[in-house]
């Protein structure tokens, strides 16, 4: 069975850096066809992809987030990290690691981790 989980602080000062930690089990993040996301959800609005890492170590971010969005992984440990720089109350959400499937140009997501919820504050 596979399984993603979330760590990190639920709590983050404006103008810091978040860094959230996503494990996996039950699977390898080297495996192709797969991309491993990150995906957040502010409260009272809908879900907005973060960016993801692929089979080979390639990132791909949004576009709007893509300055300051940062993502790695270490396969020693089947992790991957996101790091969002200089947050801002606006980025406080419910943060979800995710595998997504690819599948010829489209895919799905097949697995999310729980969610972890992060604020941002002073």
């Known amino acids: 069975q596979v399984q993603l989980q979330e760590s990190g602080p639920g709590l983050v000062k404006p103008s810091q850096t978040l860094s959230l930690t996503c494990t996996v089990s039950?699977?390898?993040?080297?495996?192709?066809?797969?991309?491993w996301s990150w995906i957040r959800q502010p409260p009272g609005k809908g879900l907005e992809w973060v960016g993801a890492?692929?089979?080979?170590?390639?990132?791909d971010h949004n576009a709007s987030l893509k300055s300051r969005t940062s993502i790695s992984r270490d396969t020693s440990k089947m992790q991957f990290t996101l790091q969002l720089s200089s947050v801002t109350p606006e980025d406080t959400a419910v943060y979800y690691c995710?595998?997504?499937?690819?599948?010829?140009?489209?895919?799905?997501?097949?697995?999310w981790g729980q969610g972890t919820q992060v604020t941002v504050s002073s």
């Open positions: 039950g699977a390898s993040i080297t495996t192709s066809s797969y991309h």
């Open positions: 995710a595998r997504r499937r690819e599948i010829g140009a489209g895919g799905f997501f097949d697995y």
């Open positions: 890492i692929t089979s080979s170590g390639t990132t």
